[in-house]
């Protein structure tokens, strides 16, 4: 409807996707085997890297912007005891060949219309993946080292920041650093985060952000938009606008997306890009904690089809299905089975069709 075309990526890819310098994932987090050549592969651990790897490939002559979805599943080996699965089930959207204001907005504006229209009550935090960068970048650390600053800044673990920050000579950088997971809040944050600029691609990108902040403070979202500069993905590839989502139902982020224009390139021919993804387990086991999943269940219907009316049922069935019913159709020649049948599953209401058509809630007396 709104102009984006599903995507399906390999479930099993050449680990070689996920491993190029500089936006790769973790080998210890990814699921490895060999193929019959002994060629390397894994599970696949991330859907954005396989669809940039396919765009770059197969789509640089299509019409600009492309707009792409997907619903897959993604596997990480988590480590022990987090309480995190290790195999997830994701939805969410890519746009490649835009950049700009409108292409970030139509992002943002996209997640939240999926949040509100499934869970409702949440916060959005936007932040820049330019900050932590172009910080950290300064520092002559490494690579164990900055992982584990990016996870205390993320986590706001001020005590580990502080441990890590020792030792390290930049005392202007340390101090910038270490104001990071505190720069958390309105409008007001960025005139503080100024004070932490150091170059003028740092203070553009403030620029651009509370520019983008106002536009989206215009919109439904002005009570739920957090500005976070502390905010920094696990993911390499991100080269400007970064967003989460939370609720206080869950204790992870349900949505996260960014900007990751020189992603394509790695691939090939370079394309600017944006997109999010969507934890779908984690939604579904909150609508579910609410309720919400019973609430269907509730409204199915099942069909008692009566000896020689079984096309007639059929094309009642598709009638119900138009209109957005849920229906389920009775293999049973009794009704008494067919009641039997949809009280062990869980439907609520009956349907029979013969010669006139009967609806009932189970439990009524049959008419």
């Not at 986590?155 to 001020?158: A, E, I, L, R, T």
């Not at 021919?269 to 509730?298: H, K, N, Q, W, Y």
């Given at each position: 409807m709104r102009g984006y075309n599903e995507?399906?990526?390999?479930?099993?890819?050449?680990?070689?996707?996920?491993?190029?310098?500089?936006?790769s994932i973790p080998q210890q987090e990814m699921?490895?085997?060999?193929?019959?050549?002994?060629?390397?592969?894994?599970?696949?651990?991330?859907?954005?890297?396989?669809?940039?790897?396919?765009?770059?490939?197969?789509?640089?002559?299509?019409?600009?912007?492309?707009?792409?979805?997907?619903?897959?599943?993604?596997y990480r080996n988590t480590p022990d005891h987090t309480g995190v699965s290790n195999e997830a089930a994701q939805m969410g959207i890519e746009i490649l060949g835009a950049q700009g204001l409108r292409a970030d907005l139509e992002a943002i504006m996209l997640a939240a219309d999926t949040l509100t229209k499934t869970i409702g009550d949440f916060r959005l935090e936007i932040g820049n993946a330019v900050f932590f960068q172009n910080l950290v970048g300064k520092l002559q650390i490494s690579e164990e080292r900055r992982e584990q600053l990016r996870t205390t800044i993320e986590?706001?673990?001020?005590a580990a920041l502080s441990g890590l920050l020792e030792n390290i000579q930049d005392q202007k950088i340390v101090e910038a650093i270490r104001k990071l997971p505190r720069l958390f809040g309105g409008e007001e944050i960025f005139k503080e985060a100024e004070r932490y600029c150091p170059d003028g691609d740092t203070a553009d990108m403030l620029l651009y952000m509370k520019t983008l902040y106002r536009h989206l403070s215009e919109t439904a979202l002005k009570d739920r938009i957090i500005v976070d500069l502390g905010l920094v993905q696990r993911n390499d590839y991100y080269t400007g606008i970064i967003f989460s989502a939370y609720t206080q139902e869950y204790g992870a982020a349900v949505l996260n997306g960014g900007?990751?224009?020189?992603?394509?390139?790695?691939?090939?021919?370079?394309?600017?890009?944006?997109?999010?993804?969507?934890?779908?387990?984690?939604?579904?086991?909150?609508?579910?904690?609410?309720?919400?999943?019973?609430?269907?269940?509730?409204?199915?219907?099942?069909?008692?089809?009566m000896p020689g009316y079984e096309i007639k049922a059929h094309r009642v069935m598709d009638e119900m299905v138009g209109k957005g019913r849920y229906c389920e159709a009775s293999v049973f020649d009794a009704v008494d089975k067919t009641r039997r049948y949809a009280s062990v599953v869980g439907i609520h209401r009956l349907m029979v069709v013969g010669e006139s058509v009967t609806e009932m809630e189970l439990g009524d007396d049959e008419t």
């Open positions: 995507v399906l990526t390999p479930g099993v890819e050449y680990y070689d996707v996920f491993g190029i310098p500089g936006v699921y490895k085997t060999t193929d019959n050549n002994g060629r390397l592969i894994v599970f696949r651990p991330d859907s954005t890297l396989p669809i940039a790897r396919m765009a770059s490939a197969r789509l640089q002559n299509f019409q600009k912007p492309v707009r792409l979805f997907y619903r897959q599943n993604v986590s706001k673990n001020y900007r990751y224009d020189t992603l394509l390139g790695k691939f090939g021919d370079s394309m600017p890009a944006i997109g999010f993804s969507v934890d779908t387990d984690a939604l579904t086991a909150i609508v579910r904690r609410r309720g919400g999943g019973e609430s269907r269940i509730r409204k199915k219907t099942i069909v008692h089809i």
